[in-house]
């Protein structure tokens, strides 16, 4: 982990209510695809988790939904503006265990952290395969990105107005077959695909988070292989280490 | 001995800045940001005598300058922390830590003070006693100076360190708690412990908080913490470590005016984790401005 101040060299509306977010500044500590960083906005106490979606030689790329008051305030960040933020957070996805040919799921904001999987993926020569979920037209977003990756991809909207009608899981059967997957999303959806899955993978999960980095035990679930910190031992949690609530 | 220097029940702390309970694990976190030597002390997670889960999620919601919490007391049990933590903390920090510890029954209070006052790494043991007394009809010890007291005198006839009594600023009236810890033998008092709250979320019309209630700290409660600080050092003779809200160096001077002769810091290191560092770097250059001289004389 890393703690610094980036500066915003651009900041984009890609979908409704969703924007792209580059930060330029030290990128080094964030290693894995599927980790976070948690970022400090004017106003709120608390810092704000958010995926990284593409991480480069000079900064990194966030994709994120105006859901609420520090969401807000980032969409309103112009160029040149600075965040201090803290970098290289939680355990990512396991690259080494994709097999041939892998298949992605994304659901919303759960598609960002995918697209530098997918990046990885598609460098090592896997034949990716991509679900990406949305509500409706209006909110899909990265499409063509994992196209020009050379991925396969499929889009599905629950109002069907885009793409597949229904849900990522409708899509699931039409992919064929896969060695193993990466899903992130809202935790219903990830029970979904779980319920669904033929293969072993693995999910990306969100928790409420006081630190982000290990102190406050804020985020913790309960798992096979014993309890887990979402922010340390996680987001990324494997198909078998899983228990669900409720 | 430099003039940062302060001396808590008789050992010499560096500086009086002190991560608080449950904001800085096991201290290991920390060790990889910085040499976390620096600090005068720390106080490690809240320990039971049983390995504990705690509360479910959410755990974490946010307010104006503060946050809650119902994390509930996870931590790996006395035994664990003894095998495993304390080890591997020994390996990246090299004075006494303050072992916070909580039960809920005098017993559990007792027997795990005494596993951790046999620990060479242990300088103090803070007795957190806001939590619910399962054998009191789930009140907690912290708000019945009764209750207090037992805790206290059992703690202190089975241990040979230091003993810090963590109070709960949940009472009416903090005085007749604080002098009957003192009575029955506290080496010291420590507080304010996280005060009561709730957020409920207008979207879903429910708690934020899945425990419902949680505990309100960070700056928003350092008026409180101080007014506490305050009453309690001038009511007792035994060492007031003071927390709540503490974020600067400027707060830090402010609590010992209080009376205060440590300062503990809590939430100030989940927004960020160098908090402190920075505080200790940072205090030379406030007692210059406060023509403050050594912290030992600051009352
Ligand atoms: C590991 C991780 C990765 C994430 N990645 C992304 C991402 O790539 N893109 C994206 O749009 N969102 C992502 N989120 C969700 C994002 O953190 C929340 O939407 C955001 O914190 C909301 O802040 P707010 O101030 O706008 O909303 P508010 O509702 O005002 O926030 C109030 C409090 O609730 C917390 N909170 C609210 N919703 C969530 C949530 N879903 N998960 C965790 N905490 C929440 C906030 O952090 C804050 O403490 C991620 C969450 C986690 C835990
Ligand atoms: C996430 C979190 C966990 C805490 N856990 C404990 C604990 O285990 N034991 C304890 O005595 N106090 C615990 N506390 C209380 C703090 O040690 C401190 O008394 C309180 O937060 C006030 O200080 P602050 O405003 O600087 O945070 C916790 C506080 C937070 C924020
Ligand atoms: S958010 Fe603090 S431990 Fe995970």
Not at chain 1, 33 to 52: E, H, K, M, W
Not at chain 1, 57 to 82: C, H, L, N, P, Q
Not at chain 1, 100 to 124: F, M, W
Not at chain 2, 247 to 258: H, N, Q, T, W
Request: net charge positive; with cysteine; hydrophobic share 40%.
């Amino acid at each position: 982990m890393k703690q610094g101040i980036y500066t915003v060299s651009e900041n984009l509306k890609i979908a409704d209510g969703v924007y792209r977010m580059t930060l330029s500044g030290d990128p080094s500590a964030i290693t894995a695809a599927g980790q976070f960083v948690n970022l400090l906005t004017d106003g709120c106490y608390l810092r704000r988790p958010i995926s990284v979606c593409e991480v480069g030689k000079d900064g990194f790329t966030i994709i994120y939904k105006v859901v609420g008051k520090g969401t807000e305030k980032m969409s309103r960040a112009k160029k040149g503006d600075e965040f201090d933020v803290l970098t290289g957070l939680g355990n990512g996805y396991d690259v080494a265990a994709s097999g041939k040919s892998p298949l992605l799921i994304g659901g919303g904001v759960g598609v960002p952290p995918l697209y530098e999987l997918a990046k990885r993926l598609t460098a090592q020569g896997k034949r990716v395969s991509v679900i990406i979920g949305f509500n409706k037209k209006s909110e899909v977003f990265y499409e063509k990105e994992f196209l020009s990756l050379g991925c396969k991809v499929f889009v599905a909207t629950a109002d069907g107005s885009y793409g597949e009608k229904g849900f990522v899981t409708d899509v699931m059967k039409k992919v064929g077959t896969y060695t193993y997957f990466y899903a992130c999303g809202p935790e219903p959806m990830l029970k979904a695909v779980y319920k669904k899955s033929e293969t072993d993978g693995e999910f990306s999960f969100e928790r409420r988070m006081g630190c982000g980095f290990g102190a406050c035990m804020g985020c913790s679930c309960k798992t096979v292989t014993g309890n887990k910190r979402i922010c340390k031992e996680g987001p990324v949690i494997k198909k078998g280490d899983i228990i669900w609530e409720d | 001995m430099g003039r940062l220097s302060v001396d808590l029940c008789g050992i010499e702390l560096d500086n009086p800045v002190i991560p608080a309970s449950g904001t800085f694990g096991y201290g290991y976190e920390f060790a990889d940001l910085y040499d976390i030597n620096i600090l005068g002390t720390f106080s490690f997670k809240g320990t039971t005598k049983e390995p504990r889960f705690g509360n479910p999620t959410p755990r974490i919601a946010e307010c104006a300058s503060g946050m809650l919490n119902s994390v509930g007391l996870q931590n790996p049990g006395a035994e664990k922390v003894v095998s495993e933590e304390l080890p591997r903390l020994k390996k990246v920090f090299g004075k006494k830590v303050m072992a916070n510890v909580s039960g809920f029954s005098v017993e559990e209070y007792v027997e795990t003070c005494r596993i951790l006052d046999g620990q060479e790494q242990v300088g103090w043991i803070e007795v957190n006693v806001s939590c619910p007394n399962v054998h009191g009809g789930g009140m907690s010890f912290g708000t019945d100076a009764r209750a207090a007291a037992e805790v206290t005198a059992k703690v202190k006839a089975a241990t040979e360190k230091p003993i810090i009594i963590k109070l709960s600023p949940n009472v009416t009236d903090i005085v007749p708690i604080a002098r009957a810890c003192e009575d029955a033998g506290a080496d010291g008092i420590s507080l304010i412990n996280t005060l009561l709250g709730m957020r409920i979320d207008l979207k879903t019309r429910k708690p934020v908080l899945k425990n419902v209630t949680g505990g309100l700290s960070g700056p928003a409660v350092f008026p409180v913490a101080l007014r506490m600080v305050y009453q309690t050092a001038k009511a007792v003779k035994i060492p007031v470590v003071g927390m709540g809200g503490v974020a600067s160096a400027e707060d830090v001077l402010e609590m010992m005016l209080a009376g205060a002769t440590a300062v503990e810091v809590g939430a100030a290191n989940l927004v960020n984790p160098y908090a402190c560092r920075d505080i200790i770097r940072d205090l030379p250059a406030a007692m210059d401005k406060y023509g403050i001289k050594t912290l030992k004389e600051i009352r």
